[in-house]
């Protein structure tokens, strides 16, 4: 069992604390609005049938929540049939503990709302399909890490308005090559691709990242004047490659800037691709100099969905 390592840090480590401070994020002033309205009881069809793939950020709630329950409201509107069964969650690496490029987990996942359970049975197809491109059952590497567990409680919180589950099978990204990231991408999509065939089994891909790091705690200060407009202009650029789906042309623009999540996001582009994903849409996009009203150090957050 992994457990929950930020609860109280970077969410509430209570439980019934932990739903308000979502129920929070959707009513903030960056938020969707609330969940109230949104399509609990299949009353209408929704434009967006299947959600395949999504983005979203994993810095404290209080910064980058509202920004993350943009994505999550999404899958609200689901029919349950359609809502994912597993998600695949790819997230950067911050503690540097890894033994190899891409570590998986077989363990279920604790947090304060309960245990996430671990497909397994996925986790060792993709284990066995993507020996050769690195990817390792690696716990070690996911100990520490928190980019992935912040993502669990707004799925949780989702899921048990809908009255139904989900598993995940996650991975931390240690790598830093574009080859290594489109290589393991393409094992991937390979291994479900059969699973659609077999079971049409809605998988969904969530890569976990926070966008450009601003300001001296992060080494990063290309511009000391109109701050906000230039960070926002550096994040745009980037999140258009994604939205066309261009990889290579992100990676370029990630490297300029620093993305935390950028390997992630490119197997995320990746996998889409290959399994024949080619609508995106940029939901919410701010930064936390937006919250506290100060850009000498800022990060930003994008909510985008693929469908």
Known sequence: MRKAIVAGQFYSAEEEELKKQIESCFKNKFGPGGIKGLNLNNSKSPSIKLIRGLISPHAGYIFSGACASHGFSEFLKLKKENLPKTFILLGPNHSGHANSSFSLSLEDFETPLGIVKNNKELGKKLLEKCKSEGLIQDELAHKHEHSLEVQLPFLQYIYELKKTDFQIVPIVISANKYEDCTNLAES????????????????????????????????????????????????????????????????????????CGTFGIIILIEILKKLGVKKSKLLKYYTSGDIIHEYDSAVGYASIIFY
């Open 188 to 259: 991937i999509a390979e291994v479900l691709k059969k699973i659609n065939e077999k079971s049409k089994e809605n998988v969904c891909i969530i890569a976990s990242s926070d966008f450009t790091h601003f300001g001296s705690n992060y080494g990063f200060k290309p511009f000391s004047k109109n701050i906000k407009e230039n960070l926002y202009s550096l994040d745009n650029k980037a999140i258009d490659s994604i939205l066309q789906f261009n990889s290579k042309e992100f990676y370029g623009k990630a490297m300029e800037t620093t993305i």
